[in-house]
């Protein structure tokens, strides 16, 4: 069985600067990767997905996702957040055939 | 598009009453899911439609809790009799695929309930 970890469950960052959420995952056959956001009161909206290819996926809003094989990792990057960006961010593996497994969600919070 | 409609949007209701959730998917769309989330278990898939058939209910807590969807627009999630453990926000989702593992969701603003 799949299963995906974030090992952050909040990351404070100040406006204007570079945040990584960390997202790693286990599973013994190949997957698929996605990062969804909720912002306050509102459904997950997908970011980027990786399904194959190029292991750097970019995505909405700036934000961009490599999938590290080797590290079993798929970890979410902004060069320069704004204070938009503060949401919750939620890791998502699958494999062929099986359903969306989410991560706990990592709040991201901008402070001006 | 109206992206995916769920009504009501707060729910509050005393424990042993029935409680349904109603969703209604994109358009087009012909997969549709039915997710909780709470603090302690995070996002859970309940159960999916494809097709207007139920494909995968093994995320459906116990007998208390079924989901029909009679046709392409419209599904409900029920609860009967509910309890305060089933105090979550119960999301609702569709995608334009059959390919559950890959197809992007989209998701409803969800349904608080609360269950006194």
């Known amino acids: 069985a799949q299963s995906v970890t974030q090992l952050d469950s909040q990351v404070p960052v100040f406006e204007e600067a570079p945040v990584e959420l960390r997202c790693n995952y286990s599973s013994s056959v190949s997957v698929y990767l996605f990062w969804y956001v909720q912002y306050p009161n509102q459904g997950l909206q997908l970011l980027l997905k990786?399904?194959?290819?190029?292991?750097l996926v970019k995505g909405i809003n700036g934000f961009e996702a490599e999938f590290n094989k080797s590290q079993t990792s798929f970890h979410l990057r902004k060069p320069s957040v704004h204070i938009s960006d503060t949401a919750e961010y939620f890791c998502?593996?699958?494999?062929?055939?099986?359903?969306?497994?989410f991560g706990q969600g990592t709040e991201l919070s901008v402070k001006p | 598009d109206a992206g995916v409609i769920q009504s009501p949007r707060h729910e509050v209701t005393e424990m042993g009453q029935e409680v349904t959730l109603r969703c209604k998917p994109i358009?087009?769309?012909?997969?549709l899911f039915w997710y909780r989330q709470t603090m302690m278990r995070g996002l859970e898939l309940l159960i999916y439609?494809?097709?207007?058939?139920?494909?995968?209910d093994s995320g459906m807590p116990e007998d208390r809790f079924s989901a029909k969807m009679p046709n392409a627009s419209f599904s409900t999630l029920k609860i009967q009799p509910s309890e305060p453990r089933d105090s979550a926000v119960y999301f609702c989702?569709?995608?334009?695929?059959?390919?559950?593992?890959?197809?992007?969701?989209?998701f409803g603003p969800g349904t608080r309930l609360t269950v006194l």
């Open positions: 998502a593996v699958s494999v062929w055939g099986g359903k969306l497994i």
């Open positions: 989702a569709s995608s334009s695929g059959d390919r559950v593992s890959i197809d992007t969701q989209y």
């Open positions: 358009s087009g769309h012909n997969s």
């Open positions: 439609f494809n097709n207007n058939v139920p494909i995968d």
């Open positions: 990786y399904l194959s290819g190029s292991t």
